[in-house]
């Protein structure tokens, strides 16, 4: 039996319940133990708590209170547009700088209550909502990406993001193949320098060894 169901008998037996007198009881809480599979005394609480329950009250949705509502989440991805869409770890240390000519200019329609609560949001939280954001724009992307043991070989920076020394870059490629990977298509290699954002993309057919080699090279 459901737990929904096992509720249902408990409120319907309820009133029954509480008008009989102790002989009563008794069979009343044996009918239920055996009907719903319950302990006696697991009966009895069940039935305490819905004694309780006010009926006109609404019932409160378990877990925590949501602190970041539809507001505060519309102001961050105001700001995320305006960005240029960073990540999580860039955007959260650099909120401050933008919401000071926004508020100074009257450019930003967000109360004090929405903007503070914007920058007092976590780093996690904020990586939540900005996926989502991607997911909106992108929901069916498609990925040539596959697993590889090459990670474990080369060293891959994963932060910290306090910005090194030009010359240290992140490297990726981009296909050019519309809703199907079925073919030969374009692909672009694309380097962003971490220190000063300069980008350098060279384009290719295919995703192969050799052609991608001289695509770095070219960047380089």
Not at 73 to 81: D, H, M, S
Not at 169 to 186: F, K, N, R
């Amino acid at each position: 039996m459901m737990m929904s169901t096992k509720q249902e008998l408990l409120r319907a037996t309820l009133t029954r319940y509480l008008g009989a007198d102790k002989h009563q009881k008794t069979k009343i809480l044996d009918e239920l133990a055996a009907n719903t599979s319950m302990h006696r005394k697991a009966v009895v609480r069940a039935l305490k708590r819905e004694q309780m329950r006010d009926p006109l009250r609404p019932s409160r949705k378990r877990g925590p209170k949501t602190r970041y509502g539809p507001a505060v989440t519309a102001a961050l991805e105001e700001l995320w547009e305006m960005s240029g869409m960073l990540c999580a770890e860039r955007l959260k240390p650099i909120i401050p700088e933008y919401l000071t000519p926004l508020r100074r200019d009257g450019m930003w329609p967000h109360t004090q209550e929405t903007t503070v609560l914007l920058t007092r949001m976590s780093m996690g939280t904020m990586k939540d909502r900005l996926a989502g954001f991607k997911k909106a724009r992108h929901p069916h992307g498609k990925s040539t990406t596959k697993p590889s043991a090459l990670k474990e070989i080369i060293p891959v920076r994963r932060g910290p993001w306090d910005n090194p020394a030009p010359g240290f870059g992140e490297i990726d490629t981009v296909v050019h193949c519309g809703s199907t990977l079925l073919g030969d298509m374009a692909y672009t290699v694309n380097y962003t320098d971490i220190t000063t954002t300069w980008a350098e993309c060279a384009a290719q057919l295919n995703k192969g060894q050799r052609r991608t080699l001289e695509s770095i090279k070219a960047i380089r």
